[in-house]
């Protein structure tokens, strides 16, 4: 059972333009939510992340919407650049009984390209 | 610092053999993690662990195992390769419960 899901696949945006990525999750424990950007050959590095109790969060020109009624979450890249093509994760953690969040649930990845 | 390494960067393995990836961190992480990514299939967490001496399983453990003898590595072995496990290897590390997960290069094996 697919935990996270995803959407879409694959985008393709043009330089300047907005990029929205979705995801939706089934399980209400859930209390963490970051984003994961991934480029060619390297390993993912956190890009920003949310806790329900807010319904947004923006960093520069990212921004995570949060819908907690919903169960779903997005990205938006404001001003989308080349330099922002990679793949994008999203990720969900819910604490385990000691209280501690450490393990992650990954979606299954967007590749962005924003044409120049 | 170097943050997260892996060794080895590639790998190309026959059916049936044996090998170990090595994850070393250098940030005094409690926590660390292997995972492997697929075409399509985004990051599966295989094991991790808590602290040293720990171990847990993760999502895709079979065929792996693991050890972390010492805080800063997390060993994962394949004793006896197979074709489905031809992937992209990470390893990550976190301080704790603050949850930012550091990944490190990956390593890329095929399993011919």
């Known amino acids: 059972q697919q935990q996270v899901k995803q959407s879409p696949q694959s985008l393709i945006v043009q330089k300047g333009g907005i990029s929205i990525i979705n995801c939706a999750y089934e399980n209400t424990a859930f209390d963490y939510f970051p984003w994961y950007q991934q480029f060619p050959g390297k390993g993912p590095a956190l890009l920003i992340a949310?806790?329900?109790?807010?319904s947004e969060k923006k960093e520069g020109r990212f921004t995570i919407s949060f819908n907690k009624s919903a169960k779903q979450f997005s990205l938006h890249i404001m001003d989308s650049q080349p330099g922002d093509s990679a793949t994008y994760f999203c990720?969900?953690?819910?604490?385990?009984?000691?209280?501690?969040?450490?393990?992650?649930?990954f979606g299954k990845g967007t590749l962005l390209t924003v044409n120049p | 610092n170097a943050g997260v390494t892996q060794t080895p960067k590639f790998r190309v393995l026959k059916t049936g053999q044996s090998m170990t990836l090595l994850c070393a961190q250098d940030?005094?992480?409690?926590?660390m993690y292997w995972y492997r990514q697929d075409p399509g299939m985004g990051l599966r967490l295989i094991h991790y662990?808590?602290?040293?001496?720990?171990?847990a399983k993760g999502e895709v453990p079979d065929g792996y195992n693991v050890s972390r003898l010492k805080k800063q590595n997390f060993l994962l072995g394949l004793e006896s390769a197979a074709p489905s496990q031809t992937s992209v290897y990470f390893c990550?590390?976190?301080?704790?419960?603050?949850?930012?997960?550091?990944f490190g290069p990956g390593t890329r094996l095929t399993v011919t």
């Open positions: 940030m005094n992480h409690e926590y």
């Open positions: 990550a590390s976190s301080r704790d419960s603050s949850m930012v997960q550091y």
């Open positions: 949310i806790r329900p109790d807010v």
């Open positions: 662990s808590v602290g040293e001496g720990t171990t």
């Open positions: 990720a969900a953690s819910r604490p385990n009984s000691g209280g501690s969040n450490y393990k992650l649930t």
